[in-house]
């Protein structure tokens, strides 16, 4: 039972958080005059816009995993160069952000509230929210369709290179995702995850030592 709960909880944290990062990029490349992008209707925080069976499992079962696909077209940016860089770092600092939020908002609770274990499922949420969203940030930068690094490094590297990147993508696709399995990335990336969660959690916890 406590396994079947976990996992529920999970996959509702993880929605969420594929919503929130599907919304935020396709908001930012909208704002930044991609029209297209509210026609294919991904400016939207429906998570049937934003939702992706293997990104889905990928972070259910390794914690690192991606959201929908999201066509950005940057032929509609004044200045192309500077607006896929802003669509590709924006929402991975809107995730931290996020991840700072719910992490205090967890740590606030079990400090005045205690442990919800009559609401567990609740508490595994806002546990694991803060998690997903370091996890989201960091595997997206990665240069690999369909992840945020892919457009990104296609547009900011000399045209010679992004050929060599499009051309090693099915390549670096398989060995990301083996790496994921076998657990090598995962160890990696769980390491960096850990570091960046301590340090949101060094404000978060002066903040609450004054309150």
Known sequence: MDVILYYLASSIAVIIVMTIMGFTRSYISYKLGDVTIKNMGKVSLNPKKHFEILGFIS??????????????????YKNRKKGNVLVFILPL?????????????????IRYVGSLKFISIIEIILYTIPIYFINFAIFNIIPVY????QKFFQ??????????????????QILVMFLLISGLLQRVLNIISSFI???????IQLILGFI
């Open 59 to 76: 972070f259910l079962f390794f914690d690192f995993g991606w959201c929908a696909p999201i066509e950005i077209s940057s032929l509609y």
């Open 155 to 172: 547009a900011v590297l000399p045209a010679n290179k992004a050929i060599k990147l499009l051309q090693y993508e099915k390549f670096i």
């Open 93 to 109: 600092i809107v995730a931290i952000i996020l991840a700072f939020i719910f992490n205090f908002i967890y740590l606030l609770i």
């Open 146 to 149: 369909p992840l945020f690094g």
């Open 197 to 203: 969660l301590n340090i949101i959690s060094i404000p």
